[in-house]
């Protein structure tokens, strides 16, 4: 059965079935891409919501081992792995069906339209010899009457007495002409209906089956087509299943992992102080004069009361909060606290050598200045002198915190046995004593305009002028600053800013 034999009649049905099929297509190519780009989205929405819950905290935190801690940012790592399958589906799904399907969808349209418009052609050429040859029989029709007139006026002149010979050769040419043109005419006739007959068979029998034939090829191919797509969307999920399955294995084994006997014997390792509770309160008799002796041993143990220290504020203050804090680490067991103040007072010495370095460059740049101004302006490099000025007392004073500290849980040597051998022998330039009481720059700035400096207290400026903020606007509107050849006092605080 096929479509040039069964259905030679039905053109406008085989045209509509075409064209709604590549509709069928087309539909089905969008609903990829829609699809792709929901797994796109959703691929985007887990690495956002891996991002948003991944583990953060202090370093202290985060070195504390606990199984379901780790479980959970295993999870993640293995949900944000997921994500990753995920976009790789959306992109096969895009390459493998979608860019495949529209192509072969345009070469199918222009296809069909090749093929009906061959149709056309041949119905046009049909209809034009059907016109031909209606025309011939209209025209033979026209002459045989006029022929059959001829021929009835022969008749009437022969039989009418009056009539002379002349009149009757004159009737019969005339009747012999309208019959030869009737001849011409019928003959004409005869040859456009052969042709068009023919041209008829051709087209039923020859033309329409054969492109009907075409397009039914087309169809199947299209419904081929549209199949395979249906299978490859399946396949293209179904190769990274393996992937998929995976990840959520090793999500699984995350949760199986977790020993919660080992979590909570973490905690006892991490903060166990190994002191003993404190022993029973005595009863003082006040009724007696004499009050009984108490126990040093029992005084250790006695309830311990919060009391609030307050310490002399130090006019240095860092810049940089989280690298200069002191940290007693008292929360944390004798060894493990002695571990963590020698790793302090390590780096702390090291930061004290790099400091130390560049304070004997900077001295060592500013003597050449001096010798020779061309090559730069000293007091250019005061500011740079100053904050390594400001950065060495506070890593000295730090580093003495830090060996006190030490000190008292009874580790390392004194402070000077941990810096005699990281400091280099320029360090002796400054030395700071640990309640030092000197007003040093917390940071600079530069003048954006000029200013007189009439009041008191105030400092004269100028717009450009490179200068060490010393105290940073209280409320009140001025900020206290030291100029490059020394002066201080104060300015408006909207005359500089900050860098």
């Known amino acids: 059965m096929d479509w040039g034999s069964d259905l030679w ?57 606990l199984t379901n801690q780790q479980a959970f940012q295993e999870v993640l790592n293995e949900l944000n ?62 002459e045989w009457k006029e022929a059959e007139k001829a021929i009835q006026l022969t008749e009437k002149v022969q039989q009418d007495p009056s009539s002379t010979k002349a009149d009757v050769e004159k009737v019969k040419q005339q009747e012999f002409s309208r019959i030869h043109i009737s001849d011409v005419c019928k003959n004409e006739y005869a040859s456009q209906l052969q042709r068009y007959n023919k041209d008829q068979e051709n087209y039923y029998h020859s033309e329409i089956p054969t492109v009907f034939n075409k397009l039914q090829d087309m169809e199947e191919r299209r419904i081929k087509m549209l199949a395979d797509g249906y299978v490859q969307f399946s396949e293209t999920e179904k190769q990274l299943l393996p992937n998929v399955n995976k990840c959520l294995d090793a999500i699984s084994a995350a949760g199986r992992n977790i020993n919660e ?22 009863f003082e008799d006040y009724s007696q004069v004499i009050k009984p002796a108490v126990n040093e041993n029992t005084a250790q143990h006695l309830p311990k009361v919060r009391i609030k220290l307050f310490h002399k504020k130090n006019k240095v203050t860092s810049p940089d909060k989280n690298t200069q804090s002191t940290k007693d680490f008292s929360r944390l067991p004798s060894e493990k606290r002695k571990k963590r103040l020698q790793e302090k007072i390590d780096d702390l010495n090291k930061e004290l050598q790099i400091e130390n370095e560049k304070s004997e460059a900077l001295q060592k740049m500013k003597g050449v200045y001096e010798m020779n101004s061309q090559l730069g302006d000293p007091s250019s490099l005061q500011p740079q002198i100053t904050q390594n000025v400001y950065s060495i007392a506070n890593l000295k004073g730090e580093l003495k915190k830090y060996q006190t500290q030490l000190d008292e849980v009874g580790g390392g040597p004194g402070l000077h046995n941990q810096t005699s051998s990281s400091v280099s022998p320029s360090s002796d330039i400054y030395d700071f004593d640990e309640d030092f009481d000197v007003d040093l720059p917390i940071g600079q700035c530069t003048a954006l305009y000029d200013f007189n400096g009439g009041s008191e207290g105030s400092v004269c400026i100028q717009m450009g002028e490179q200068l060490s903020l010393m ?29």
Not at 22 to 45: D, G, M, N
Not at 113 to 139: A, F, G, P, R, V
Not at 491 to 497: F, L
């Open 471 to 499: 105290m940073e606007d209280q409320g009140d509107g001025w900020a206290k600053v030291q100029r490059s050849n020394g002066d201080v006092g104060y300015v408006p605080s909207s005359y500089i800013k900050y860098i």
């Open 9 to 65: 009649d039905q053109n406008d049905v085989i045209e509509r079935h075409t064209q709604s099929g590549l509709e069928v297509l087309e539909r089905y190519v969008k609903f990829v891409k829609e699809r792709a780009e929901i797994e796109q989205s959703y691929a985007k929405q887990l690495r956002t919501l891996c991002k948003k819950y991944s583990r953060r905290g202090i370093k202290e935190d985060q070195e504390i081992k």
């Open 261 to 282: 006997k080992q979590d909570t014997a973490v905690l006892i390792d991490q903060y166990k102080s190994g002191a003993a509770p404190p022993a029973d309160v005595e």
């Open 81 to 142: 792995n997921y994500a990753g399958h995920r976009e790789q589906l959306s992109e096969n799904m895009t390459t493998t069906i979608c860019v495949e399907l529209t192509k072969n969808l345009s070469d199918l349209r222009q296809e069909r339209k090749n093929y009906l418009s061959d149709i056309k052609k041949s119905q046009q050429n049909l209809e034009s010899t059907y016109k031909q040859l209606e025309l011939s029989k209209k025209k033979f029709e026209k």
